[in-house]
């Protein structure tokens, strides 16, 4: 999951808000009086939760090396089943949220549609 967070699914949101970003400065400089409220929203949506996931992602890191510090296998399966897991958990919400908001052709993974859908 920390992978699919850093490698995936952070950067595609970064992709994405670039656009919007330009799209929202290029109707500007056609006309200040153009609205790019749907833009500014989404923007501002998708910057906020990609806060809150990387911040979610730095939780779960730091479950992920206690829990690998721990020498008793019963511990650390514990370690794991009470921290790691609700971290990922926790995670995964934000990570949810971007996918319905980031555009298909900027989501690097499948989507939930795709995998009920696309068969």
């Excluded at 794991?80 to 971290?87: G, L, T, Y």
């Amino acid at each position: 999951m920390l992978e699919m967070i850093m490698r995936d699914i952070l950067p595609a949101a970064t992709e994405y808000s670039e656009f919007l970003a330009s799209t929202i400065n290029n109707k500007k400089a056609v006309d200040e009086a153009i609205s790019c409220t749907y833009e500014e929203d989404v923007l501002t949506k998708i910057s906020s939760i990609a806060g809150a996931l990387y911040s979610k992602k730095t939780a779960l890191e730091n479950a992920l090396t206690k829990a690998k510090m721990i020498n008793d296998l019963k511990k650390s399966a514990l370690e794991f089943k009470n921290a790691v897991f609700p971290a990922m958990n926790e995670a995964r919400v934000f990570a949810d949220e971007l996918e319905t908001l980031v555009a298909k052709e900027y989501w690097p993974l499948p989507t939930y549609g795709d995998l009920l859908f696309g068969v």
